[in-house]
């Protein structure tokens, strides 16, 4: 007789717990269980904190699920796609091909992914929570940042090194910031050059108080705690960007920290996502009995899915407690389907929350007791031990527990080379992309946004801005190609998007790729640092003045981007002007139109009514008012331009005047001969 075949696609909480669940009831004899999961365990994310803080090692955390599901076949594989019509699932094969495998009975238990991209820059500059991957690299992280506390001259830059900023109030936010607060406090003996009062561990949480999952008399004991215990708590705040430098909040405040936890943002898992069924906030909605509504064989349990208790009709939280129970009685309802029984609403009356707070100190409402402090705290280790899927792994988390009974918490920091890569960054105005005399290791391009290169020197520490650079430009590649230390800074002079290139495949691309090699090499050219050897004087002269001193009014007139085609051609006969600046408002500068611009949009198919804001060169490199008269030598030089447009500040598009090459050359040779 042909055995059913029950595919789970997710081995988490939910799909581990459905597979042996389904194991028992059925055994191998009757169905054939096929498990797919991304990675080859599971992973106890309620440990993850701990792994962080180092009072256990990353390995206790994961437990490998052929060895978790003997007799089911566990298949480390991705589901890419869910053939409804069919029943079959598409998985990418070992072989790298799409291949596809039927089912009768079809559970999706795939969880959900971190998503960062919630707030701008976080991606880029925070640390997230979810895999043990992110833990293991986050607690390297955190002794990378005491080590460089240990050696750091500049006492503020030491404070900013020790500053861990944690985002998210709710139980796995809390967890890390009271892990990281007790890991770096306790190891502060160990360092000779920092003290206490030179860490700062702060937590962000949207709301009025933290962990608003659980009563409020137990919030107010985790905050009185933890801050007692030296965490800052920062309420009632949200998170609009995150830098290198820390993270900004909405209304304007700017917190500094070297280091930055972000344990919010979660999105659908792709495969839940590509699946054409209702969903709510991501997540499949259900029938009670699970089964995914309007189909009859597929299921879905846990994070991804929408369940509503029938306890209290309301829908379960995306907790690991609630995708076990649904693992469990979504199996159970699979077995009664095949035995033509009827199926039972999902029911579960949660037993009780649980959070550690760091300091040996924990917080449970469980069972309608109110506990806190030590004994919660013993209680949670309890529990969360006793949850540990193997005894195998519940041996190893309470050997590493008791193991920190007596000795402390290990410091030993695994130094990875990091993995050259391609990647994006964000910066905010004034924060340093590149600083002068740091080893190169990437090379950038500067997708949105502008760039001020600046240089000191002994006599002028605070440096001297020398170039600007806006968006389509390099920079970084002069000590990549020289291995040279850098030899100016590069700051965002606005909000800026940078590619970042990392240095292997900087110099893989640019030793094949010929038209980026003429590029670098007419680059190192035209920037040359020693531009100004044989003309110290005139250097001297341009960086004395100000542009606010030599430019001239703004070109007129404006044109406003909706301007047609066939206006602009005109406008250029009439006025005779080589170019156009294009402005909505009469003041903001919002591009640069060129006859050059003109014919190519004509020759790329532009008709008599395209508006001129599809033709300009949006966001042109524009100077500030009062920047010096040598960076508009720089920027003529990069842009080969003979006309550049000033405007009032650097963080602002609103038109000042216009800065011409002839009139730069005029004023120095006018001032040179008098000199004489
Ligand atoms: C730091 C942290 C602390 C937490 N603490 C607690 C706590 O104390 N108590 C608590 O109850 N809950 C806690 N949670 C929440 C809990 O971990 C989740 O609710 C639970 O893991 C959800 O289980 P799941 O089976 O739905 O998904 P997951 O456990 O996320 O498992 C989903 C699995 O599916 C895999 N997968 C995804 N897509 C595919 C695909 N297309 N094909 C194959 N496999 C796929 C994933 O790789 C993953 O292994 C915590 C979570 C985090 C991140």
Redesign the pocket.
């Known amino acids: 007789m042909k055995k059913t075949r029950i595919i789970i ?8 717990k459905c597979a042996q669940t389904l194991k028992r009831e059925l055994g191998c004899d009757k169905a054939e269980i096929v498990l ?4 080859n ?9 701990e792994v962080v803080g180092s009072s256990i090692n990353p390995l206790d955390v994961v437990v490998p699920l052929r060895q978790l599901l003997p007799g089911i076949f566990c298949r480390t ?4 796609n869910v053939d409804l019509s069919r029943n079959e699932v598409e ?1 990418v094969a070992d072989d790298g091909r799409a291949s596809r495998m039927s089912y009768d009975q079809l559970v999706l ?5 971190t998503n960062l991209n919630v707030v701008p820059g976080m991606a880029d500059h925070a640390f997230a ?2 895999t043990v991957g992110d ?1 293991a690299l986050l607690r390297s992280h955190v002794m990378m940042q005491m080590e460089k506390a240990e050696v750091c001259a500049d006492p503020d830059r030491r404070k900013w090194y020790l500053h861990f900023i944690v985002v998210g109030g709710g ?2 936010g809390a ?2 910031a009271g892990e990281i607060n007790d890991l770096i406090r306790s190891s502060g003996r160990y360092f000779q050059n920092f003290r206490c009062e030179d860490v700062s561990v702060t937590l962000i949480h949207s709301r009025e108080q933290i962990l608003p999952e659980i009563t409020s008399d137990l919030r107010e004991f985790a905050r009185k705690k933890m801050e007692k215990a030296g965490v800052k708590m920062v309420l009632n705040a949200r998170v609009a960007v995150a830098t290198p430098e820390g993270v900004g909040l909405q209304g304007g405040q700017f917190i500094k920290g070297a280091t930055i936890v972000c ?1 919010v943002g979660s999105s659908t ?4 996502e590509r699946l054409n069924f209702p969903k709510e906030k991501g997540r499949l909605l259900t029938e009670a009995d699970m089964r995914l509504r309007g189909s009859s064989n597929v299921w879905a ?5 929408m369940v509503i208790n029938s306890l209290d009709g309301q829908p379960c ?8 129970r ?2 469990r009685q979504c199996a159970q309802n699979i077995v009664r389907v095949l035995k033509a029984e009827a199926t039972k609403p999902f029911f579960f009356k949660q037993l009780g ?3 550690s707070i760091g300091g040996h100190s924990a917080v449970a409402d469980m069972l309608g007791l109110h506990l806190s402090g030590f004994l919660a705290w013993f209680i949670w280790r309890g529990v ?1 031990l006793f949850k540990v899927p193997t005894w195998a792994r519940r041996f190893q988390v309470g050997f590493d527990w008791a193991w920190l009974l007596l000795f402390p918490r290990d410091l030993a920091h695994i130094r990875t080379r990091p993995t050259d890569r391609v990647s994006h960054a964000y910066y905010q105005p004034g924060d340093f992309i590149i600083r002068q005399d740091d080893p190169a290791t990437n090379f950038y391009v500067i997708e949105k946004g502008e760039v001020e290169v600046v240089r000191s020197t002994d006599k002028d520490p605070k440096g001297e801005v020398i170039a600007v650079l806006n968006s389509g430009s390099f920079f970084g590649e002069r000590a990549l190609l020289s291995n040279d230390p850098r030899v100016a800074s590069v700051r965002a002079r606005t909000a800026v998007e940078v590619l970042v290139i990392g240095k292997n495949v900087f110099t893989q691309i640019s030793g094949a790729l010929g038209p980026l090699r003429d590029a670098l090499a007419q680059a190192l050219n035209r920037r040359g640092i020693d531009v100004w050897k044989g003309e110290p004087q005139v250097h001297d002269l341009l960086s004395s003045i100000q542009l606010k001193d030599l430019m001239e009014p703004v070109p007129q007139p404006l044109l406003r981007p909706e301007a047609s085609l066939r206006d602009v051609g005109h406008a250029f006969v009439e006025n005779g002007n080589e170019f156009f600046y294009v402005s909505s408002d009469g003041q903001t500068l919002e591009g640069v139109l060129t006859i050059t611009d003109l014919l190519r949009g004509r020759a790329n198919g532009a008709t008599d009514k395209t508006p001129a804001a599809e033709l300009m060169s949006k966001n042109p490199v524009a100077l500030a008012a009062d920047d010096t008269c040598a960076v508009a030598a720089a920027a003529f030089r990069e842009y080969r331009l003979k006309s550049l447009p000033v405007v009032e500040h650097k963080d602002s598009r609103k038109l000042a005047g216009c800065i011409k090459v002839r009139r730069l050359m005029a004023y120095v040779f006018k001032e040179l001969s008098d000199g004489k």
């Open positions: 696609a997710g081995g988490g909480f939910g799909g581990v797919f999961n991304s990675e365990h599971l992973v106890f994310c309620p440990l993850l904190a594989e991705e589901v890419q998985f238990a795939c969880g959900n992914i929570l979810k833990a139980f796995s967890e890390a344990t898992a792709p495969v839940v349990v846990g994070d991804c899915a939280p995306t907790t690991g407690q609630f995708a076990e649904q693992g929350e649980l959070c969360y």
